[in-house]
Structures are given as structure tokens and as C-alpha cells.
């Protein structure tokens, strides 16, 4: 089938008319969320990209199949394979376990993401159900010798490849080459620096969460793997669109290419499409940072149109974004009450006074007609070849050019002077039916762009009042003679007081994340066990006998501890950035005696030690020097 849609592709870096691997179907694939915390307005602005861009293809005839992913295991803080578990931090966080914190968060997510307009995706899959596929692809890339064992885990050779950085330019690919991620902890067991985990077995976590048998031991998959193994699964071989935020090219896009056009072996996906950051004044937002807006709190107090346009009108695809409150009210104020609701009210208002609602049929042309008619015929053609490009905030800008040059037009042709002799009642009609035939032939029900329905319907929603009836059109700027009937309908977007509204809005903003916090902080105080729970505990006091650090492991000490039972016991503990081993050597402990053991870079811990998180990045050992070993703690 034949299409305009034309894609900004980052992996060629150029706008390329779109062609899918099977003519009139398209296979898309997107990034979902990490679900360990509330999802913020910039993570809900590159899904709102991404629904556009879906139902762009759709009006355009497509047959849109389209899968996320829900990252519920192994997404660690650094994407250089270090740093914390995401899932796990969260988990700690609320005092749960992963899962029910994957499912709160899940639940949370999609409540969002619908609330916002977004159309749901064909297949939701969280990696948790996809462990086997992760498995067999880690042993076919290892079959084909582009995988290795080594240290404990499986890395992907990137040595093995023409092109590993194929999303970078020639510039790009140089400094990368030199520097790659200097910032990351050194991995002694990787053969090149930019390999990657596919698996592990050997954790950085010393009480990892989740974990599967596999053929190289107990552990779980790397980050990167799952969007390639969902992606295949529900998608075949060919992906046509994958879709992600800037921040997810380098590395887990580029290592998603990397490792499954070679499991493959041939071309995977055509076309990239990535969304930019959205800041604040202080910078990205971010979960960690805690410098979020709840997406809720605005579409309850402005609508969701209104969100969904400021986001596709201020912020141009391809770059990044700044939002506030103050932008956000006073484009709110300037586009959709004053030009966009003057117009509604005005129009709506005069052809119910003037004539009843109905329009009569017969009409007279004059001066500024033409004028007007040329306009939207322009701005039709226009906003039809910025939307085929995506480029929404320049069809916006267009579309709401010709909003003011209507409401400039009610000035010129004064419906009210004409109003006053019965004798321009012909011409009156053309003026009121001019006016509400300019603004339906744009709007779509759900976005605030010239994208129609299929069935080219001139739908309302609450943003858009409906003007005119089903049958009434202008084809090619030519008038048609149907009569229609106006509905009386108040204007959705009144002017808003931007100082009083500011503050009435940070506050509710404010009280948001209180009450939120407030949530977070009652499950963990109210977390509770059983006395049968509790007396399942085995606590003892053990000395400390000798302590050392483990290899390749630095936050953990390897102490070996005298219980009582006369056989000495082995616990890693992540401790070695608050205590050297002579700092405990001597010192009697709180021991968990019944803890499953666990394997923690080599070292199998028998155990537990108790310990306090006593301030921000400061942790105390509880010490019982007075008590002898073996005592039991009850």
C-alpha cells in the first residue's frame, strides 16, 4: 500500500518514508516501564509519542500490532551492569516483596497511561514470564560464538562484531572506542569493556530477589535480553518500528541489535523511533531524583486534551523539553481559551442568536470569503505533511494560524452590523457557515491534531464543541447546501488566573506526593508478622574470628564466624564501605543462624548479620560484646 508516513529514523539519523517488512501490516515494538515507583509526566510524554505515532499509522491503513515490555527483574541503576536492582530498591523501599511491588506498580502505570488517552497495547508482557526464551538465546549466542562464560556470568563478546556502536557516528564511534563507560566499575571477567551481561549467576546483590536454574547455575537474566526475546516472541523476526526514550540508544538498544541480529542472523529492525527528555528548570526528571509531576493531578484539574496538546505543541519531536506549571497554564490561556474557545463561544453563540441554531441554505459570498477558504485549504495540505513527518508542533503552529485568522475574519464581516438589516440575512448565513465549517475538517477526537477519523466524521470531544452535523462538509473549499443546526455548549477552556492558579496547583501538587509518601511510609510501618512468623527467626550471637575482602566484590567482607556449634560459619556481608576487617575481627554479631545460604560472588553465605541503616549513606554493625557466642536471642 501506498503511504506518506515518514519517520525520523534515528539509526540513519534521517526522515525516511516508512515501509514495513509486509505491505499494509506493522510490527511495533516498545520500551516499557522499570515498575518500581510512580510513573511521572516525562515518562507518559514519549508513550503519548508513541500512541500518536500508532495511530497516525493506523489512519493511515495500517494493521498496527504493538508490544511492551514490563521490566519486573533485572534492571540495574547503571546501565553498565552495576549499581542496584531497580526492582529490588523499590522492593526494599515498601518493605515487599518484588512481585507485589511489580504488580502495584504495573497497576499504577497502566491507570496512568490510559488516563492520558493512550491506546493499550496488543501484548503486555513482563520479563518474569519470558525466563526460557532468555535462556535458549543465551545458549544459541553461545553455540554460535558470540557468547562466553566467564567469572560466573555470560557476556556477549562485542569483539565478535563489524559494527557494535551502530547507532553512533563516525566521531561518536571514535571517543567510544578510546572511553567507553570509564565511569563503570571495571568487570575483570569481561574480555573487551563494552561486553555485557547476558546472564548471571555470580549477583552483585548479596539478597538478589529473583532467580531461575539455568545451564550455568542459579541466577537471572541481564536487562538488555528482554526486549529482544519479547520482541521475538510475539513479533517474529522482523521488528518494523521500535520505539524507546533517548537514554535507552546507548547501550541497551545498541546491545539490543548487537545480540539479536546475531542470534538471528540477519537484519532485525528497520526503523528507531526515540523520544527526548523532558526537563524542569532543574533538569531531567527522574524517579530517583524525585523531581516529578503527577501526570494525574494535571489531566484531572486541565482535561487530558489540554495536556496532550501543550506536550505535542511546545515541545517539537526531536529535542528535549522544559515543562512548568506556568508554561503549561499560559499556553492553556493563550491557544485554547482566547483563540481556540473565543472562536467556539463566539461562533456557536451568534448562530444560535441569529438564526436558532440553523444555518439556512441559502448564502451569499463576499469580501474575506476567499481569503479565509484559500487559508484552510493551505493549512490543510500543511498540517497533513507536518503530521505524515511527525512533526506535530509545526502542524499545530499551522493549525492554529488559521484559528486566528478566523477570529480575525468574525472582525472583518462584524455579524453583528450585518445582524441589524434583514437584507444581509443571505450573506450573515455565509459568514456563521464559513465559520463553522473552518475548524472541524482538523481536529480528531482524542488528539489535538489534524489527523481525522477513518470515517472522516466531524466529531467533538469536550475540548472541541460539535459544531455541525455528520452530512456537512466543504469538499476542495467548495461550499455545500445542507442546512445544520449549532448546539449550545459552553466553552471548555475558560481564562485561567495564572497566579492564583499557580498556587492553588503546586499546593495540590504538593499534597499529591505527601499523600503518596504518606502511603509508602504506612506499608513500611505497618508491615506485620505473626508470632509463629517471628519465632521461625533463629537469632544468635556470633564472634567474628577473621574477616576479609572478597575479590571483585567491593562492598562485600567474607567473615567467618564462631556460633557456638563448634563448626565454623561463613556470611558475606556488604559492608566493606563502612568497616575494614580489623574494625571487626574481635567483635561478637546478631547472627540470622537459619537464613537460606546463597552464593555471593563466589562465596557461599550462611547468614546474616545484623545491621542499622543509621543515616543517609551510613551504616552501623549491631554490636553484642557482652553476650557469649551461641547465645540465642529471644
Known amino acids: 500500500m501506498e503511504n506518506n508516513v515518514k519517520i525520523f529514523n534515528t539509526l540513519t539519523r534521517k526522515v525516511e518514508t516508512f515501509v514495513p517488512n509486509e505491505d499494509g501490516k506493522v510490527k511495533m515494538y516498545t520500551c516499557g516501564p522499570t515498575v518500581y515507583h510512580f510513573a511521572h509526566i516525562g515518562n507518559l510524554r514519549s508513550y503519548i509519542m508513541e500512541d500518536v505515532l500508532e495511530k497516525t499509522l493506523r489512519y493511515a491503513g495500517y494493521d498496527v500490532k504493538r508490544v511492551m515490555n514490563i521490566t519486573d527483574v533485572g534492571h540495574l541503576s547503571s546501565d553498565g551492569d552495576t549499581g542496584e536492582d531497580k526492582m529490588l530498591k523499590g522492593a526494599k523501599r515498601e518493605h515487599k516483596s518484588v512481585m507485589e511491588v511489580a504488580k502495584e506498580y504495573t497497576d499504577a502505570f497502566f491507570k496512568d497511561f490510559t488516563a492520558v488517552h493512550n491506546r493499550m497495547p496488543d501484548v503486555v508482557e513482563p520479563a518474569t514470564n519470558c525466563i526460557p526464551e532468555f535462556i535458549h538465546m543465551v545458549e544459541v549466542l553461545i553455540e554460535k560464538g558470540y557468547a562466553y562464560f566467564a567469572g560466573g556470568n555470560v557476556y556477549f563478546d562485542t569483539s565478535k562484531l563489524d559494527d557494535y556502536f551502530v547507532f553512533s557516528s563516525a566521531v561518536e564511534k571514535e571517543q567510544l572506542q578510546v572511553g567507553v563507560r570509564d565511569d563503570v566499575e571495571e568487570d575483570v571477567n569481561k574480555k573487551n569493556k563494552n561486553d555485557f551481561v547476558l546472564w548471571f549467576t555470580q549477583s552483585k546483590f ?5 532467580k531461575w536454574d539455568s545451564p550455568w547455575g542459579v541466577g537471572y537474566p541481564g536487562w538488555h535480553i528482554e526486549c529482544s526475546c519479547i520482541s521475538m516472541k510475539h513479533l517474529g523476526e522482523y521488528v518494523d518500528i521500535h520505539c524507546g526514550g533517548v537514554d535507552n540508544i546507548f547501550p541497551h538498544h545498541t546491545n539490543e541489535i548487537a545480540q539479536s541480529e546475531s542470534y538471528l542472523g540477519h537484519d532485525w529492525c528497520k526503523y528507531w523511533f526515540h523520544v527526548n527528555h523532558l526537563n524542569d528548570r532543574a533538569g531531567k526528571m527522574s524517579k530517583s531524583k524525585g523531581n516529578v509531576v503527577d501526570p494525574v493531578v494535571l489531566c484531572e484539574r486541565y482535561g487530558v486534551d489540554a495536556i496532550r496538546y501543550f506536550l505535542l505543541r511546545d515541545i517539537p519531536f526531536g529535542s528535549d523539553g522544559t515543562f512548568s506549571n506556568e508554561a503549561l497554564i499560559t499556553r492553556i490561556n493563550s491557544d485554547l481559551a482566547n483563540d481556540l474557545g473565543n ?13 436558532g441554531g440553523t444555518i439556512p441554505t441559502e448564502r451569499t459570498a463576499g469580501e474575506f470569503d476567499e481569503d479565509l477558504i484559500a487559508l484552510a485549504t493551505a493549512t490543510k495540505a500543511k498540517v497533513e505533511a507536518y503530521a505524515d513527518e511527525m512533526q506535530f508542533s509545526q502542524a499545530l503552529t499551522e493549525l492554529w494560524a488559521l484559528i486566528s485568522r478566523t477570529n480575525k475574519y468574525i472582525d472583518e464581516t462584524a455579524p453583528w452590523v450585518l445582524a441589524k438589516d434583514e437584507a444581509n440575512r443571505a450573506r450573515l448565513a455565509a459568514v456563521m457557515y464559513n465559520l463553522c465549517e473552518v475548524d472541524p475538517d482538523y481536529f480528531h477526537p482524542r488528539l489535538p491534531l489534524p489527523v481525522r477519523t477513518p470515517r472522516r466524521r466531524f466529531r467533538r470531544s469536550s475540548a472541541h464543541l460539535r459544531l455541525c452535523s455528520p452530512g456537512s462538509r466543504r469538499a476542495s473549499g467548495a461550499c455545500c447546501r445542507l442546512a445544520f443546526r449549532c448546539r449550545r455548549a459552553r466553552s471548555s477552556y475558560p481564562r485561567i488566573d495564572i497566579a492564583k492558579e499557580l498556587a492553588e496547583l503546586e499546593a495540590q501538587q504538593k499534597a499529591a ?16 508478622i505473626s508470632i509463629d512468623e517471628f519465632a521461625k527467626v533463629e537469632l544468635r550471637v556470633a564472634e567474628v574470628k577473621d574477616c576479609e575482602p572478597v575479590k571483585r566484590a567491593k562492598k562485600l567482607l567474607k567473615l567467618t564466624l564462631d556460633d557456638g556449634s563448634g563448626t565454623p560459619r561463613t556470611v558475606a556481608s556488604g559492608i566493606a564501605q563502612w568497616y575494614k576487617p580489623e574494625d571487626l575481627i574481635g567483635h561478637k554479631v546478631v547472627l540470622v543462624a537459619n537464613l537460606k545460604p546463597a552464593v555471593l560472588c563466589g562465596v557461599e553465605s550462611q547468614g546474616m548479620i545484623l545491621a542499622a541503616d543509621c543515616a543517609k549513606d551510613d551504616v552501623k554493625v549491631l554490636f553484642v560484646d557482652n553476650m557469649p557466642a551461641g547465645a540465642k536471642i529471644q
Open 343 to 355: 472562536l467556539v463561544s463566539r461562533t456557536v453563540a451568534m448562530v444560535n442568536k441569529y438564526f
Open 206 to 210: 548479596e539478597d538478589q530477589a529473583l
Open 513 to 528: 506526593r505527601e499523600a503518596k509518601e504518606q502511603a509508602q511510609q504506612k506499608a513500611e510501618g505497618v508491615a506485620q
